[in-house]
């Protein structure tokens, strides 16, 4: 069993940067792909970026391309997501997710464990 807790969301102003990080529990993080997705009001729960068990591999939504970066560490078992240039319509709440195979996936039903969510607000 795999547990997920992310920090690190909160208000931050358009053109701002933000840093959310996920916690995993467990000896295996490495052996996990690793994704965050994110969920408006209203709207469907959406990806956002995804990386490799290695690190070696990462894939983003076109939405956030060029202004988000993931990365992690496998020694410290986080996974962390770096939201620069930030826009009113990256608020949502945002989940990290962790799924059994070391290949990346954009697919939310490709994940078998998620977060809480932590909750990003950016004001215009």
């Known amino acids: 069993q795999v547990q997920l807790v992310e920090s690190g969301g909160g208000l931050v102003q358009a053109g701002g940067s933000l840093r959310l990080s996920c916690a995993s529990s467990g000896r295996t993080f490495r052996t996990y792909a690793m994704g ?40 410290k078992n986080t996974v962390d997501l770096q939201m620069n240039s930030v826009k009113p319509e990256d608020t949502a709440v945002y989940y990290c997710a962790a799924r059994t195979s070391v290949v990346r996936s954009a697919y939310a039903y490709d994940y078998h464990y998620w977060g809480q969510g932590t909750q990003v607000t950016v004001s215009s």
């Open 36 to 75: 965050w997705f994110r969920q408006a009001p209203g709207k469907e729960r959406e990806f956002v970026a995804t990386i490799s068990g290695s690190g070696g591999s990462t894939s983003y939504a076109d939405s956030v391309k060029g202004r988000f970066t993931i990365s992690r560490d496998n020694a």
